[in-house]
């Protein structure tokens, strides 16, 4: 049993040095949030891994703050699987423990995408939190993302069930990584300098070897919304790539009246 859990900007290289040393029948599962963005279109890192070693791959995903679980304070996780419940028990069996909850969920691309995007909303609530914005803005952009969330992963796989989002992978996730994760505090940071120090200087300096997550899957989100021309359907993950990349100042987070999505509430 392989268990992946790195930066997803990393997954490449590693999977590379694997290849052809993995046995077939070996189970894969990865905590890895984040995806891969190729010229044929978008590839979730468990489906990357899967291709890459010919072996299954599941999900782990959830409101999982390292730091907390460390000091074995209670979460809980959703384990994404694709068609063996058997694979999902064992990998629940493993990572239960008293303070850990685990439940798993027949909706591996759901769960991990979910994963995937919350750090782009994460990116967008530390803006606000850096404009002294206040928490009903914040909880409208905590909206804002989950609904871009549910569209984007709709739009790339109709089997995404709904439930998914009502678990920890999705939800509760948003909610820790918004007020506790390092893409929130980064993202402050760069609010507070006005966008005039980079995300890069400022992820070096803050996090010292961690890297952030948010900032590439928002270009890599944006790249699979331009190439399909569905930018304007994602107000809130166009603005965070567009601020993120100094196109525009973080204060264009909260301009989004005339930008509202036509998207079904
Ligand atoms: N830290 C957290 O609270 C949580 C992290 N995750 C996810 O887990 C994944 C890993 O995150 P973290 O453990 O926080 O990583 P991190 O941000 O602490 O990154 C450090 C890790 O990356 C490795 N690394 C650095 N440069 C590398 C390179 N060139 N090649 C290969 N590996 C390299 C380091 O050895 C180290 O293990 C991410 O996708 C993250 O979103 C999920 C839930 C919670
Ligand atoms: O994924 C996380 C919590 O579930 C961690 O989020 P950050 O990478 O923003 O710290």
Same mark, same amino acid.
């Given at each position: 049993m392989l268990v992946f859990v790195t930066p997803h900007q990393f997954i490449d290289n590693i999977c590379k040095s694997l290849v052809g040393k993995v046995r077939s029948d070996a189970e894969a599962i990865s905590l890895i949030k984040g995806m891969e963005v190729k010229i044929e279109g978008p590839c979730l890192i468990s489906t990357y891994i899967s291709e890459q070693l010919g072996i299954n791959c599941s999900v782990l995903m959830g409101a999982n703050l390292a730091s907390e679980i460390a000091e074995e304070k209670f979460s809980e996780a959703t384990v994404g699987y694709g068609n063996n419940r058997e694979i999902a028990e064992q990998w629940v069996q493993l990572f239960t423990t008293p303070y850990f909850m685990v439940t798993p969920v027949q909706d591996v691309e759901g769960v991990e995408l979910c994963g995937t995007l919350k750090n782009v909303v994460a990116i967008a609530a530390g803006f606000v939190d850096g404009l002294d914005m206040g928490n009903n803005t914040k909880a409208a952009i905590i909206r804002f993302g989950l609904r871009e969330m549910r569209e984007f992963c709709k739009l790339l796989? @109709? @089997?995404?069930?709904?439930d998914s989002f009502f678990e920890s992978c999705g939800v509760a996730d948003v909610i820790t990584t918004c007020f506790g994760g390092r893409n929130r505090k980064v993202a402050e940071a760069f609010a507070k300098n006005g966008g005039k120090r980079s995300f890069y200087e400022l992820e070096a300096e803050m996090l010292q070897g961690q890297k952030l997550q948010g900032v590439p899957t928002a270009r890599e989100v944006y790249e699979v919304l331009r190439h399909r021309g569905l930018l304007e359907l994602f107000p809130l993950f166009a603005t965070v790539h567009e601020i993120c990349s100094g196109?525009?100042?973080? @204060?264009?987070?909260?301009?989004y009246s005339e930008k509202k999505p036509r998207l079904p509430v």
């Open positions: 796989f @109709s @089997s995404v069930k709904d196109c525009l100042p973080p @204060s264009a987070i909260v301009i």
